[in-house]
């Protein structure tokens, strides 16, 4: 099954990837019900989560229902524990709208909700995250989770993230991060998918984030909290949620 996984992954565009699961989904949640793993997006538990990983798979991280990953399961109890945005009215921008989220936050009755992206087709505006046609200090919220690691002017994109959120708003913006590393990686150089998989771990990624991240985003003008949020949740849940233990939610304020 990894073997497959990571070929779909891997010769499949995104775009089609994300119609394709639509169909696919309640198949699998109905083949992989169970009760060792939760996923507390939708409360639906399963004997095993799939595998998921662009060059080395992770085991028992990809939700059956939701199709979420750790990060997404990890945003949606920081959210849901920690902040108002389920019941206080919001004007909400969301890049790369992930479709674990997409629909719950369109129903959303406090939500004025704009997702955006350039490919992705349920963006419902197709834009560029180094020009964004929004006006300043437009959004409360904005939501732009593993994003970043793709983009080549990195620093752009942040200026414009920095530009459009309203004062006082919040953003949140999670990437893939080496925590081991101090200072992040990137080389233009190495345009080989195959060598950008096994140097960035991805593909269509251009650099390895380290922990000088948050530092980047405090030079832009954000007030950075780093919160690591699976020290709050019992060790159990953390398991049966099928978290990463000790990622990092940058929670960024302007």
């Known amino acids: 099954m990894k073997k497959l ?3 779909i992954l891997n010769t499949i ?11 696919v989904r309640p198949i699998l949640a ?23 990983g662009y060059g ?20 949606w109890l920081y959210l849901q524990n920690e902040t108002d945005f389920f019941t206080a009215p ?17 129903k959303q009755s406090n939500l004025d909700y704009t997702t955006t992206d350039l490919f992705s087709p349920l963006a419902d505006v197709k834009a560029d ?17 593993h994003v970043l690691e793709h983009i080549p002017d990195d620093t752009k ?15 949140i913006f999670q990437i893939p991060q080496d925590l081991s590393r101090e200072v992040t990686f990137s080389d233009d150089s190495i ?21 000088d991240y948050f530092d980047k985003l405090r030079s832009i003008g954000f007030k950075v909290n780093e919160v690591d949020y699976t020290k709050t949740i019992a060790p159990e849940l953390v398991e049966k949620y099928c978290l990463a233990k000790g990622e990092i939610i940058p929670v960024c304020y302007k």
């Open 5 to 7: 996984f990571k070929l």
């Open 13 to 23: 565009p995104r775009p089609i990837l994300i119609r394709l699961s639509i169909v």
């Open 30 to 52: 109905f083949l992989l019900k169970g009760s060792r793993f939760t996923d507390p997006i939708d409360g639906k538990s399963f004997r095993m989560f799939l595998p998921y």
């Open 56 to 75: 080395t798979q992770r085991n028992n991280v990809l939700s059956p229902s939701t199709l979420s990953l750790e990060r997404h399961r990890l945003l």
């Open 90 to 106: 919001k004007k909400v921008l969301h890049f790369a709208p992930e479709q674990e989220f997409y629909k719950r936050f369109k």
């Open 129 to 145: 995250i180094c020009n964004l046609p929004f006006e300043d200090n437009s959004y409360d919220i904005i939501l732009c989770n």
């Open 157 to 171: 994109a942040m200026q414009e993230l920095y530009r459009v959120l309203k004062p006082g708003g919040m953003g």
């Open 191 to 211: 345009t080989d998918e195959k060598e950008r998989a096994k140097i960035f771990g991805q593909y269509d990624h251009v650099r390895v984030y380290g922990r």
